[in-house]
């Protein structure tokens, strides 16, 4: 798992500078693109995905101590947290898109939407990943610390990509 985080984090930084250079030759065009983001959906989706590892963190602390029940409980709350977030994200598209702000269109719209493309094909990989840990906690037979773990490193670092892909497209002015 933390040989696919890294390699998925190196990826992201390479994508992440190819940005900032697009970005720093047309400064203003970036700008004005940015101001068509709804920085309250972006910011509900940051809490949401913050909330969500949290969630997953408390499961990880459960399983540690025997509580299978709890760990269940908040893995699956933080799963739910998952598909509020590709809600609200499918939200932002369909306005964004009705706006006429398309992939092809824009150069800042292209970066935001395969960068959060891409994330949400993360979060829904996560979504199977945190299935899965569900399905394990549920078995006796099954239960092992290290797919737990596994799980909660992924999803952690979903929420670390979108935290700076939050900053990179809806906050950094």
């Known amino acids: 798992m933390w040989v696919m985080v890294l390699g998925d984090l190196l990826i992201f930084g390479a994508y992440f500078v190819i940005f900032m250079v697009h970005r720093s030759m047309e400064p203003q ?17 940051t809490l949401v995905l913050l909330t969500s590892s949290w969630l997953v963190a408390r499961g990880v602390r459960a399983a540690r101590t025997l509580r299978y029940d709890s760990a269940i409980r908040f893995t699956t709350a933080a799963g739910a947290l998952g598909v509020v977030f590709i809600a609200i994200k499918a939200l ?4 964004e898109l009705r706006a006429g702000h398309t992939l092809p269109g824009d150069e800042f719209f292209s970066f935001y939407y395969v960068f959060t493309g891409v994330h949400l094909f993360h979060v829904a990989l996560g979504l199977l990943i945190l299935a899965i840990v569900v399905r ?3 078995d006796p037979r099954r239960r ?3 797919t ?3 799980g909660a490193i992924y999803w952690h670092m979903v929420d670390l990509l979108w935290i700076v892909i939050f900053g990179l497209l809806y906050v950094m002015r």
Do not use: I, K, P, Y
């Open 29 to 45: 065009r970036f700008l004005e693109a940015q101001q068509h983001l709804d920085l309250n959906l972006g910011t509900l989706n």
């Open 92 to 95: 932002e598209w369909s306005t």
């Open 136 to 138: 394990e906690l549920r």
């Open 144 to 146: 092992a610390m290290a």
């Open 148 to 150: 737990v773990e596994s």
